[in-house]
Every structure is written in C-alpha cells, then in structure tokens.
C-alpha cells in the first residue's frame, strides 16, 4: 500500500523560511519521479515542482517560486523535501507530494503553510 506523508507546515511570517518534508512508504522511492503541489484557499491544486528518480539530478519549478523553493530527496530515509524561503502571502497553500506508479496517482493529505504577518 502505498502512503505519502507531508509534515512541516506552518504559520511563518512574510520573507520567511520553511522546510516540508514528504516521507514515502509501499514503494522502491529511488525507483520514482515525486512532485510537490498546491492549492490555495480557492483556487485549484497547482503543480509546484519535480524531482526526478535515483539520485534527483533533474528537477523543474512553476515560474512562481524558481530561485526561492529547492526540491530534494534522501532514498535513505524515503522522503522528499521541499526548502522555502523569501516566502509570500501567495505562498499561503495546503502542500501535497504526489507519486505515480502503475498509472495511479498517490496523494498524501498535506500540510498547511500560512504567510502571514
């Protein structure tokens, strides 16, 4: 069965800094390309970045957070991190990773972020 786990939400300040983590449980994680996304109050879920497998040498970010979010992963420890900072009140999201295997889709349940003052 495969699990996905998002911790490390929080409320942080404007121009602040946050790390999100993503551990992965009923797969080979080295074996699997992971994402990130988002959804804000209203709005819908919106891809955020990608790492790919094996040792993460590829990774894509939407334009919105290029130079201030860093995709990474530990295949030790099967998880995928998300490091945030010079955050935004437009930042203010529900953070989910998302794995695909087999044709099937696999969400965690996210975990909030707030920017605010």
């Known amino acids: 069965q495969v699990q996905l786990v998002e911790s490390g939400g929080g409320l942080v300040q404007p121009g602040g800094s946050l790390n999100l983590s993503c551990v992965v449980s009923?797969?080979?994680?080295?074996?699997?390309?992971i994402c990130w996304y988002r959804q804000a109050p209203g709005k819908e879920r919106e891809w955020v970045g990608s790492i790919s497998d094996d040792r993460g040498d590829r990774r894509g970010y939407v334009d919105s957070v290029k130079g201030r979010f860093t995709i990474s992963r530990d295949n030790s420890k099967n998880a995928m991190y998300l490091h945030m900072t010079s955050l935004e009140p437009e930042d203010t999201a529900v953070y989910y990773c998302?794995?695909?295997?087999?044709?099937?889709?696999?969400w965690g349940k996210g975990t909030l972020v707030t920017v605010s003052s």
């Open positions: 998302k794995l695909s295997k087999d044709a099937t889709n696999y």
């Open positions: 009923g797969v080979t994680f080295s074996y699997h390309y």
